[in-house]
């Protein structure tokens, strides 16, 4: 769905839009009869009030009355007070993060958007997202400010380097949608431009799976050795015989470990896959209780694949 | 000739001065106009006519640049400051003239600098500098600051001789209460200057220090921090907004005052009204960080402070209707240059209390739409203003008659110039279009047209309506007394 711009504000395409716009048509005609009102006023008083012949003077001694400027304060702030708590209240509603969402990563640097996703998958330019569900986008940026603004979802939110910013919305129709930067970024900054497609459920599951395939013609080893990297074991575990916050996986697998249970296990396949899913459940002596959960962030296929790269490590 | 160009770039004189202001602002501002009307015509094609982004991104910076802190700023403290006001309030000169002379060399000398600076380095951020001033080469950053620096000096002077002379040399006898309305406006657009200016320069200070390298809360105030940045920059760049808005609001009162032949309605309460919107625009900057990363609940503030600007605004409007009201209108050049100017702060106010709105400002922030606001406000409501107040005291300070049809005609045009050129930026901005692009989906480019041909309407308007002032002088050799029947005491002879 390409922006087919209508008179004023483009299609409504997500949850809040309707919000947006509401207010914006009311501010907008109150506004446009404010204007005709005045300039019919004035145009009237020029002409009716014109002078004809006869001196020019104080025609009225009317210049003051203490009633009518109090009531000219007090009746404009009314409508300023009620539009300004309708449109905090928007406001704020963008800014309340719903628990429920799909968390994205979004990276801005010069000229390009880039998102991560959760189960590993990443996209440059193009942000894929399920229709009907709410998207929480984590915003950064590699080097100077940009600002992230899709017109039809009425959100914008600067990127900033060295800072995090968040915002969330929810599509309600499949479709293609421009993303533009909205802060000015140097000569490429118009054409830093990119698309929100906006897809059903099961397609962002499956484009995410496909995603999360190791690349033809890579081996198992390989995409594992990959993933050690990608999904951040290297942070904690070396592959060197260094220890780290973790236990190293140099000749780990098939070896005999100390828990710190006292206990004394064999690392095999199963071993591994719990402790990819569940750290805590057994922790090598000496060794802190500080792993993550990866259940839901990582697939099946790439626990193998980390299996079979670990197994390269023992030999 | 050498001899008499060095004595009127010495001379300590304040109408020397003034015309000094007078002449280099035109200049930049010549140049400002040249570079403002090649942007609208090169966005007539989706891929710009001719420039390459790069230059593009150059020229609206210089245009921001210039018209801002060489034309706007300094025009009422400069020119209306030195060749009105000792008029206005009966003197025979300013308060501190040599403070004056130097105000305006550091004018010219600030105004140069920067434009090498901008020009020499590739930073093309707009006027907002927006930090990390990633690409600047170092030479091209120390000379931006450095003329940024001297401007701010600059402004801090001519402010303080405009606060001085208006405390100081009022006739005998003239109290507060007998001060003109232009002469209040001034006087407290040059408060906010005196205000704002040592922040500013702090500000950039820092900025040029942090440069060489320094620690503790300078290279805090100069990291990377986009965010610490943009606040110190809209600290003092928000309220600059009010030092316009005022002086305009005292030119519009004045022209409707004389020519409605009635004193002001409710005067004090218009006064009272610029003095809190001049308040308010003291603590409103966050307005501009709403997308940026600062905590809701202070947006809401600065929000909800931005939003009651909206009712002095409001306030001022209503004086001016009830000035009109039952009065004894006589429609001379200058009453319908005030007329124009009330009809776009009405647009233009309108669009702010919009943008003011946090909902609104979502998704109107950095959208073509501020484009439309700023400049119906600026380049149509105080640019008339302008222009209606040195046609209304050219007579004076000249000693020549206006040609007032030649004045009409012009301002018909300019006024059609400004609504077709800033309109199309209004619509481009709700339908979602950010500012600056070079380059924009083909679907936007009717509103480009409109704006291209308004431009070029809007410059013959004000090419007309400069080259009828400068000429003035030529076409009528007798010199008027009053010809606006004004009673005001610069005309009836009571001062000056």
Redesign the interface.
Known sequence: MDTTAGFWLPGQFSTISSDVDGLFYFIYYCSVFLFALVVTAMTYFAIRYRRRGGKVGLTSGFTHNTTMEILWSVIPAIPIVVVFVWGSKTFMRMHAMPGNAVEIKATAQKWFWSFDYPEGASSVNELIVPVNKPVKLTMSSQDVIHSFFVPEFRVKQDVLPNRYTQLWFQAVAKGNFDLYCAEFCGKGHSEMLGKVRVVSDTEFVRWMDEQNKPPAGMSLEDFGAQLYKSKACATCHSVNGTPGTGPTFMQMFGHEVLLADGQRVIVDENYIRESILDPRAKIVNGYQPVMPTYQGVIKDRQIDALIAYLKTLAK | MIQSIVKRLTSTDHVSVGWLYAATIALFALAGTALGLTLVIVTVKPTLLFL???MY?RFFTLHGNIMINLLILPVFAGVFGNLILPRVIGSSRVALPRTNLIGWWLYLAGGLLMLVGLWVGVY???WTL???L??MSSPAFITLMSGLLLLAGSLFLASLNVALTIYRRRKAGTGWAGLSLVGWTLFLAALVHLIIMPERFLFLLTQLVGHFGADGWIKQATS????VFQHLFWVSSSPAVTIVILPAIGLISELLATF??????????VLIACCVFAGLSLVVWGEHL????QA?RT??LF??LS??Q??PA??V??AW??T????????HAPFWYA?AA??LW??GG??G??M????????L???AFVVGHTHITIAGSVLLAIFGGLYYWWPLITGSMVNERAAKVALSVSAVGILLTFIPYF?LG???V????????S??QPEHYWAAAGGVVLVCGVLFLVWNLVTSRKTLAAEPVNPW?SDAPEWTGQTG
């Open positions: 390459n982004p790069a991104a093309d951020g707009g927006h930090t990390p990633k690409g990377p921090d986009s965010q409605t032949g009635k004193k002001l309605f409710a005067r004090q309460g709403l997308i940026g990363e809701t947006s809401v929000s909800f939003a009651l909206g009712i409001g306030f409007l209503l209707l009830a009109m009201f039952r009065g004894s209108i006589t429609p007329f009330v009809a009405v647009m309108l669009a209390v919009t003011s709105i946090m909902s609104m400002n979502v998704q922030h950095s959208t619509v709700v339908k979602g950010p500012r600056r692009l070079s380059v924009y989906p679907q936007f029947s």
